[in-house]
């Protein structure tokens, strides 16, 4: 091909020479124009900014569409896209969580609140997750539409239609009571052991660091069953059996021991009227614990 090339005219062959040299420098320049004129950025926060202020827009959904944007939230460090539409929070998926633009944990929170007993009975209950903030909440309420529930036993929670029977119930049981966890347990079924069991649901209330206010929470979901109350013979026990009850001090029990050795046996609990330090209030929350057989 060169001996082609300079077998040509000498005008021709630096024509030739000319336009291999103007394609060279074309293609070296290629290289370098981006260098001199730059190219153009996307402004990543700026897009985020205006998609963010267009959800928090006080504007209400058009009737019967579905609006689809570009959600990037400020609790998260990715881009998300949410697909906006009406729904019940109380039996939405989590697919439909998704799709609304709230992350896998957020998700997982509200799946344990409903999984639990929970509900959303008001648009602004959705505020009790923790992770849905102001901007998401303003986001979604426009999309809510919960369904009334007339009949109030649907709006009862798991736990508060659970009974637990406290004579009876072991720590795993006790637990699934609102407030009430392992250590709690523990410390009541210690003391029911004590007493014997429990003759009125309201004597939980003297295990060590179980208030009023527990209580109230737990009252409407436990019962006592009396048949199996564990009762001292009062005519066979001894100093010891006797002043470990809870109810029975050892000044009591001494003195019960001594009535009987001067006496002989008791022929019923109100016999025991006839000790001096047994008063009526004190009989009262030892009577069902005491038999004389």
């Given at each position: 091909?060169?001996?082609?090339?300079?077998s040509?005219?000498?005008?021709q062959r630096?024509?030739?020479?000319?336009?291999?040299l103007?394609?060279?420098?074309?293609?070296?320049?290629?290289q370098?124009?981006?260098l001199?004129?730059?190219?153009?950025?996307?402004?990543?926060?700026k897009?985020?900014?205006?998609?963010?202020?267009?959800?928090?827009?006080?504007?209400?959904?058009?009737?019967?569409?579905?609006?689809?944007?570009?959600q990037?939230?400020?609790?998260t460090v990715?881009?998300?896209?949410?697909e906006?539409f009406?729904?019940?929070?109380?039996?939405?998926?989590?697919?439909?969580w998704?799709?609304?633009?709230l992350?896998?944990?957020?998700?997982?929170?509200?799946?344990?609140y409903?999984d639990?007993?929970?509900?959303f009975?008001?648009?602004?209950?959705?505020?009790?997750i923790?992770?849905?903030?102001?901007?998401v909440?303003?986001?979604?309420e426009?999309?809510?539409?919960?369904a009334?529930y007339?009949d109030?036993?649907?709006?009862?929670?798991?736990k508060e239609?659970?009974?637990?029977e406290l004579?009876?119930?072991?720590?795993?049981?006790?637990?699934?009571?609102?407030?009430?966890?392992?250590?709690?347990?523990?410390?009541?079924?210690?003391?029911?052991?004590?007493?014997?069991?429990?003759?009125?649901?309201?004597?939980?209330?003297?295990?060590?660091?179980?208030?009023t206010?527990?209580?109230a929470?737990?009252?409407g979901?436990?019962?006592?069953?009396?048949l199996n109350i564990?009762k001292?013979?009062i005519?066979?026990?001894?100093l010891?059996?006797?002043k470990?009850?809870?109810?029975?001090?050892w000044?009591?029990?001494n003195?019960?021991?001594?009535?009987?050795?001067?006496?002989?046996?008791?022929?019923s609990?109100?016999?025991?009227?006839?000790?001096?330090?047994?008063?009526?209030?004190?009989?009262?929350?030892m009577?069902p614990?005491l038999?004389?057989?």
């Amino acid at each position: 091909m060169l001996k082609e090339i300079l077998s040509y005219p000498r005008a021709q062959r630096n024509g030739i020479f000319i336009l291999l040299l103007l394609i060279v420098l074309v293609l070296v320049l290629l290289q370098f124009v981006p260098l001199i004129i730059g190219h153009e950025t996307y402004d990543n926060d700026k897009f985020n900014r205006e998609v963010y202020a267009f959800i928090n827009s006080p504007k209400k959904p058009p009737g019967g569409t579905q609006n689809k944007c570009r959600q990037i939230k400020k609790d998260t460090v990715h881009n998300v896209i949410a697909e906006f539409f009406f729904f019940d929070p109380n039996i939405l998926p989590d697919e439909g969580w998704l799709k609304l633009g709230l992350n896998s944990r957020e998700v997982k929170t509200i799946r344990r609140y409903i999984d639990k007993g929970g509900h959303f009975f008001q648009n602004k209950d959705l505020r009790k997750i923790y992770g849905i903030n102001d901007s998401v909440y303003s986001a979604l309420e426009p999309y809510m539409q919960i369904a009334s529930y007339p009949d109030p036993v649907k709006r009862m929670s798991y736990k508060e239609r659970l009974i637990i029977e406290l004579n009876s119930s072991d720590s795993s049981a006790l637990v699934t009571l609102n407030g009430i966890g392992p250590a709690f347990a523990a410390r009541i079924i210690k003391y029911r052991n004590l007493l014997g069991g429990f003759v009125f649901k309201e004597q939980i209330m003297e295990v060590y660091g179980l208030d009023t206010a527990l209580y109230a929470k737990i009252s409407g979901n436990i019962r006592v069953d009396t048949l199996n109350i564990r009762k001292i013979n009062i005519n066979e026990a001894t100093l010891d059996d006797l002043k470990a009850h809870p109810y029975i001090k050892w000044k009591i029990a001494n003195a019960i021991i001594n009535y009987r050795t001067q006496h002989g046996n008791f022929y019923s609990v109100e016999d025991l009227k006839k000790i001096m330090i047994i008063n009526e209030e004190v009989l009262r929350k030892m009577k069902p614990y005491l038999s004389v057989h």
